[in-house]
């Protein structure tokens, strides 16, 4: 087969939707580079960039058979990539990375992007470099981790314990674990506990101590628990006082240069820390992995937190998910079980593994929940979906409970409207009227009842805006999808013309007063962050005339954008300034990572789909904090059910490797 042959194949692959336009063009690239390579190298590389756009940092040759089943791939495709050796080309580097200017690069059986090739061996070795600084002795930790951890009388294993010791044992730690499994109370002892010990040493200066998040919502999220979690810990006020309240952005705290994938950090400008604690870590992708483990210090430590069981990220990679899928069963060593017997006097020996790995030894799951009780149903369903006992879930599905309505018929059933904007409490058993699940009309309502007079004070329309903001997020649509009868482009448009029929919006067009828009990109100028939802309201111009600003929480992101108006605890920007948004009545799950919402209303689609995995669902279920809507059919649920998220990359066998 000749070049122009292959391309034009890939070309009809655009029309079937098996490749994109990129995808060709990049294949289009290999071939004017080199003449004389293979045909078939042009369709390994258009696979490679198809890859990288589905989220695999690489193509992995030994899984194409389970590829082509997932992505529809023709046989042909197949008989052509079945050669060996691969095709040599000056554009195809080996596991050695050389010739260093291919854009390819073959490592075992893994085909890579060069970029996503260098990012994977620079986090492999990132963390390795970690993994080797000599741990801390253990009655070093004793005594203060007894005093953190009161004894219980409770023969359960201590698992905050547990991550505490292990964490302050040495420079890069995993705190996984499920919502309200406790990992910001854990990791707010753990940052007590580094700065006492460190105190304790008279060294003159503290910690230096750094927390960030991968979007603006969760470090916001984060930085409110944070400050409660620090008046209740039992540490000295000198080493309280060191403990920061605030959480920035990754992209915030390594310097993002607006349009540019380089930071103001690198190796040779390395952030001032010694300690980096990183929160939702499971939205972190592989590039921004690699970017913040080249601009810490050597000395410096690295905490992730995060939940191994959500979602990966959207971008290329799994990182958390890679670091984590042994986290369950410990796969604890004797050297670390004893130590940590002599550190926190937890005996860990049942999570004692043959096969122990070094990286294990650094990672600690948290395992019993205090936001889902035992008899929470919400809690339950999470646990079953995560597992995948499809028995389990139909039975809890089809019992009615005080926080999970299932209505199978999807967004099509008639109740959709009603709980859209009004909760529909009717559905939950017990559900009171003072305490019940909300709908849309419970925001426009504040908006409406608590508007402030004509000449009330700026500080009263921005306590309004606070207001209206804080009863928003008490309820949330959520879509596995964006396109299709179920997915957020078209319930965003049927939510509002539903909203305006009932006469709680006064158009469903362009800008109205009471929109909730979504950014949809970054904006450094403005403060604000890919994923920052605001509300637009009238609100009180710098000339006293009330005009329609669109209102957002203020964050430390704003903080960096402007001075003024440091305190108050909204922001207004005019719409004109705002073209990257869009309207999110309904949002997809993706988009929900670090949020958490009182009541969820969670819409599967209906038609097959590959984004319908167990760990969407999962993540779906958990934003909602007391009350479940969950529309879908039987066989989308058992679909989500039976097709888990994968990740093809080669992270994990590189760290057993190393």
Request: glycine share 6%; aromatic share 6%; charged share 20%.
């Amino acid at each position: 087969m000749s070049h122009d042959a292959m391309l034009a194949m890939l070309a009809d692959a655009i029309a079937q939707r098996l490749l994109r336009p990129l995808d060709l063009a990049f294949a289009r690239f290999i071939g004017e580079c080199d003449p004389q390579a293979e045909p078939h190298l042009l369709l390994m590389a258009a696979l490679t960039s198809r890859q990288l756009g589905d989220g695999h940092p690489c193509l992995d040759l030994q899984a194409l058979d389970a590829l082509a089943e997932e992505q529809g791939w023709p046989n042909a495709w197949l008989d052509l990539l079945d050669t060996s050796p691969p095709p040599a080309s000056r554009l195809l580097a080996g596991a050695d990375g050389l010739p260093t200017q291919a854009p390819l690069v073959l490592d075992r059986h893994r085909l890579y992007l060069r970029r996503y090739w260098q990012y994977e061996c620079g986090v492999a070795q990132g963390i390795i470099e970690r993994l080797d600084k000599a741990p801390s002795h253990a009655e070093d930790l004793s005594d203060e981790l007894r005093r953190l951890f009161p004894p219980s009388t409770n023969a359960t294993l201590d698992w905050p314990r547990i991550a505490c010791a292990l964490a302050a044992r040495s420079a890069f730690s995993v705190i996984t674990g499920g919502p309200g499994t406790g990992k910001t109370t854990t990791v707010v002892r753990l940052l007590g506990l580094l700065q006492t010990l460190h105190l304790r040493m008279q060294t003159a200066q503290p910690l230096r101590m750094r927390l960030a998040a991968p979007t603006g919502k969760a470090a916001a999220r984060l930085s409110a628990s944070i400050a409660k979690q620090i008046e209740r810990l039992d540490v000295t006020e000198n080493v309280r006082a060191t403990i920061p309240l605030e959480v920035e952005t990754l992209h915030r705290l390594l310097g993002a240069r607006p349009d540019s994938r380089r930071f103001a950090h690198d190796r040779q400008h390395p952030l001032h820390l010694d300690v980096l604690v990183i929160d939702e870590a499971s939205m972190i992708d592989l590039e921004m992995m690699a970017a913040v483990l080249e601009t810490l210090p050597p000395h410096a430590r690295l905490i992730l937190l995060g939940d191994k069981d959500q979602l990966s990220s959207v971008e290329a990679g799994a990182v958390l998910g890679d670091l984590g899928r042994r986290a369950e069963q410990g796969h604890y060593n004797p050297t670390t079980a004893s130590w940590l017997q002599t550190a926190s006097g937890d005996d860990v020996s049942a999570f004692i593994q043959a096969d122990a790995m070094p990286l294990d030894q650094h990672i600690a799951m948290l395992r019993s929940s205090h936001r889902f009780g035992a008899t929470s149903g919400i809690g339950r369903l999470a646990a079953a979906v995560n597992t995948g006992h499809a028995a389990d879930v139909n039975a809890l599905l089809n019992t009615r409970s005080t926080d999970i309505a299932w209505i199978p018929a999807g967004v099509s059933d008639p109740s959709f409207a009603s709980i859209m904007l009004n909760g529909d409490a009717d559905r939950f058993e017990t559900a009171s009227s003072g305490d019940a699940p909300q709908g849309f009309r419970f925001y426009l309502e504040q908006l409406r009842q608590l508007r402030p007079a004509m000449d009330a004070s700026d500080a009263a329309y921005r306590s309004w805006a606070q207001n209206v903001l804080e009863a928003f997020n008490h309820f949330q649509v959520l879509c596995a999808v964006r396109h299709g009868p179920s997915g957020t482009e078209k319930l965003n448009r049927d939510i509002a013309a539903k909203l305006l029929a009932a006469g709680w919006i006064e158009t469903d067009r362009g800008w109205y007063e009471g929109r909730p828009v979504m950014m949809t990109r970054n904006d450094y100028s403005l403060g604000l962050m890919n994923g920052d939802v605001g509300i637009a309201l009238r609100m009180r111009g710098p000339d006293g005339e009330l005009r329609l600003y669109t209102v957002f929480p203020m964050t430390r992101e704003s903080l960096f954008a402007r001075t003024e108006d440091s305190d108050a605890p909204v922001r207004c920007v005019l719409p004109s300034r705002l073209p990257d948004v869009e309207t999110v009545f309904a949002m997809t799950v993706h988009k929900s990572q670090g949020s958490e919402f009182e009541h969820t209303a969670l819409v599967l689609p209906e038609d097959p789909s590959l984004i319908l995995t167990r760990e969407l669902l999962y993540t779906g279920i958990t934003r909602a904090r007391r009350w479940l809507s969950l529309f879908g059919t039987q066989a989308s649920i058992e679909q989500a059910l039976a097709q888990r998220t994968r990740r093809y990359s080669g992270l994990a066998e590189r760290l057993a490797l190393m």
